[in-house]
């Protein structure tokens, strides 16, 4: 049996010439980001606008979606719910109240009575709007330091333009993922967080396959000119990179279909990030090295001068 390929063998496109394509959609995209944060701006959860988090336990498997219709009917807004630990365990969240403290416990009565005795309620907590600021920050933190460190191993690993490269690509996909949750108004939870957390490691693992192509054909052909290699690189990838993509698309698809709420901000995130990852890796992480000084081959410069940069 031969095996299958999604792209023909000994492909030649000339990525490097098409980078300008690749730069105009990624521009378009990333104005779309920065002008969404303005307005609408992002749609935060109840994880950082604050609310109700009540920890409660019932004497039996819970049966989530009917408990979540059942809450959704008290009038509270907006109410999630996540299973935990065991299927008795449930963590309800409820957005804040209008009303003061006054109001939040009063929502937590209607909680409380609406799921009757059979739950044992092991935590109730009311998260202001200064608790959600500081979730928001440390999830900020968490996600530029994610960024940074792939940096930081691909300049280890490669060289240090790779890095800069690399940088700017995961940057990329993570950003223009973050202007999905605000075109669409997604809400953007902790759980969003997770998913551009995700991204950016997996957005790096074709990018870096990308770099290891280049690096081996730069001792091959050390004569070949850095756009020379970038296309030969590419192609030579092209067929990992799409089936790959297109496998963990079709893993990801049954859970953004048939997941349920609770998984399709996280799963949809994924597959548009995927998208973008794949797109960046073919079109935008390699040709940002024809703008950076000169890559060294064991003792010599890649052929790279202003004009090539230029073409």
């Known amino acids: 049996m031969k095996p299958l390929r999604l792209v023909p063998d000994n492909t030649a496109i000339d990525f490097a010439k098409w980078r300008f394509f690749g730069f ?7 104005l779309i980001t920065v002008g969404g944060l303005f307005s609408p701006g992002l749609n935060l959860g109840i994880d950082f606008r604050g609310g109700i988090l009540i920890e ?5 498997t819970i049966d989530t979606a009917a408990l979540r219709q059942q809450l959704g009917g008290l009038g509270l807004g907006e109410v999630q719910l996540q299973q935990f630990g065991g299927p008795n365990d449930v963590l309800i969240r409820v957005q804040q109240q ?3 403290d006054a109001a939040q416990n009063e929502a937590v009565q209607k909680v409380r009575t609406a799921l009757g005795d059979a739950y044992e309620y092991r935590r109730v907590e009311l998260v202001g709007p200064r608790v959600g600021g ?3 920050r440390q999830g900020a933190i968490a996600t530029v330091l994610a960024i940074l460190a792939i940096a930081a191993y691909v300049a280890f690993r490669f060289e240090w333009q790779f890095g800069v490269a690399a940088l700017i690509a995961t940057f ?5 993922t973050l202007g999905l949750f605000i075109v669409l108004q997604l809400e953007f939870d902790l759980t969003a967080v997770a998913a551009l957390l995700t991204l950016a490691g997996y957005s790096i693992n074709d990018t870096v396959v990308v770099f290891d192509r280049m690096r081996e054909q730069m001792r091959k052909h050390k004569s070949a000119d850095l756009k020379t290699i970038i296309n030969m690189s590419v192609n030579q990838t092209l ?3 799409i089936l790959t993509s297109g496998t963990t698309l079709l893993a990801i698809l049954p859970l953004l279909l048939f997941g349920g709420s609770a998984l399709h901000n996280f799963t949809l995130a994924l597959f548009w990030g995927i998208l973008v990852g794949t797109f960046s890796s ?4 390699a040709s940002i090295l024809l ?6 081959r064991g003792g010599e410069s890649a052929k790279q001068g202003p004009a090539d940069a230029a073409a």
């Open 24 to 30: 105009g959609i990624s521009l378009i995209l990333i």
């Open 56 to 60: 409660a336990r019932a004497q039996q």
């Open 98 to 100: 209008e009303g003061g």
């Open 134 to 136: 500081e979730l928001m």
């Open 172 to 176: 990329h996909d993570v950003f223009v």
């Open 239 to 241: 067929g990992r990179t």
């Open 282 to 285: 073919i079109y935008v992480a």
């Open 291 to 296: 703008y950076l000084p000169a890559i060294r």
